[in-house]
């Protein structure tokens, strides 16, 4: 598998932009905020986002930290201050795409799974981030609309075909998307 630098900042960029439409859609649904099961799986989109990119630049991953309870203001504050400080790295990242990531949970999975795992490059993580987030914002959107509103449409293709949109955050506040800031 290869990827680049060029796709890694389009992958990010459109997770940007999705992570937002998300947020607005949370926003704009009734109690959606108050929802238990909702509100765990955004903090474990942005909590696994946050996870990977302290592997990447050597920060240690305390999994109780990344998962402390945040209200919805805070933990959206703290997914959207993700985005700058993961474009810094991915920017200055091209001669590193080969190496090897040390993931700290993969012991416990190959003790789960019964079976030795390999570690992943840097370049396989930086598809596995947005493949990971995308999976996670279907169940979001399954659980939006199961409160009564309307999920949005945040495939990659869409981002596409509205143009590369920049992140609208449900604040209100644009933000230029990580492929604008560089």
Do not use: C
Request: hydrophobic residues 40%.
């Amino acid at each position: 598998m290869s990827a680049n630098l060029e796709s890694a900042r389009d992958l990010l960029a459109h997770m940007q932009w999705a992570d937002a439409e998300i947020w607005r859609a949370i926003h704009a649904t009734p109690n959606a905020t108050e929802d238990e099961r909702l509100m765990k799986l955004v903090m474990h989109l942005h909590a696994v986002q946050r996870a990977f990119l302290n592997m990447w630049t050597n920060v240690a991953t305390e999994p109780e930290k990344l998962y402390a309870k945040r209200d919805a203001a805070t933990l959206l504050e703290w997914a959207r201050t993700y985005y700058a400080e993961a474009e810094v790295f991915v920017t200055g990242g091209e001669s590193r795409l080969g190496e090897t990531v040390h993931m700290p949970w993969l012991a416990g999975y190959e003790k789960q799974l019964g079976r030795s795992l390999q570690s992943p490059t840097l370049a396989e993580t930086l598809l596995q981030v947005p493949m990971h987030s995308a999976y996670h914002r279907g169940q979001i959107n399954t659980r939006i609309r199961e409160l009564g509103g309307e999920p949005p449409l945040v495939d990659f293709i869409a981002w596409i075909w509205y143009g590369r949109a920049a992140p609208q955050w449900s604040d209100g506040v644009s933000a230029a998307s990580p492929r604008e800031q560089g």
